[in-house]
């Protein structure tokens, strides 16, 4: 099965919700509703779509078998994703919130899902990367949303 983000499948509508976003999911098999993700970032829905998509293709969903899956098996799974390091809350008042960006690509898609889903005052962050890593890259993405950062480089080997 070939299907492509944005013809066959996608992400029909989406907004922030309380612990992540509530979704509506277009699938090779039909429209899914309410679907709630507690992952942030419009990069996590669009990633939901093409689990979704990939599910449906196993199970021969398609064009030629226009069937849905069960919503509320859907809704229970996406309901259970975790990602750790991936725009995760792991503490409030102050709140902290993790990222393992570690390209500039990330790194604007988690500056983007963190401008969408909270609201900070003041937003302080703390980067951390190995030596082979575009670090003007990350910065250049983080700095549109940071007021002030502490550059660290990581000290673990992968």
């Known amino acids: 099965t070939v299907a492509r983000e944005g013809m066959e499948f996608g992400v029909t509508s989406r907004e922030v919700a309380v612990g992540g976003q509530l979704l509506t999911l277009r699938g090779l ?3 899914y509703t309410d679907i ?4 942030y970032g419009a990069h ?4 939901a779509a093409v689990a979704l998509s990939a599910v449906e293709a196993f199970f021969g969903i398609g064009a030629e078998q226009a069937r849905s899956l069960d ?3 859907i809704r229970k799974a996406f309901a259970a994703v975790v990602s750790p390091g991936r725009l995760e809350v792991v503490r409030s008042s102050p709140t902290v919130v993790l990222d393992a960006a570690h390209n500039p690509a990330g ?3 988690a500056a983007d ?3 969408e889903a909270f609201s900070f005052s003041r937003l ?5 990367t190995s030596g082979d890593k575009d670090v003007r890259g990350l910065l250049e993405a983080f700095e549109p949303i940071f007021a002030e950062v502490v550059v660290t480089q ?3 080997e992968r």
């Open 44 to 47: 996590q829905a669009h990633n």
């Open 29 to 31: 098999g039909g429209e």
């Open 36 to 39: 709630f993700l507690p992952l």
């Open 107 to 109: 790194a604007k898609a």
């Open 71 to 73: 919503i509320d098996a």
């Open 124 to 128: 302080i962050g703390v980067v951390g």
């Open 113 to 115: 899902g963190i401008s």
């Open 154 to 156: 990581n000290s673990t």
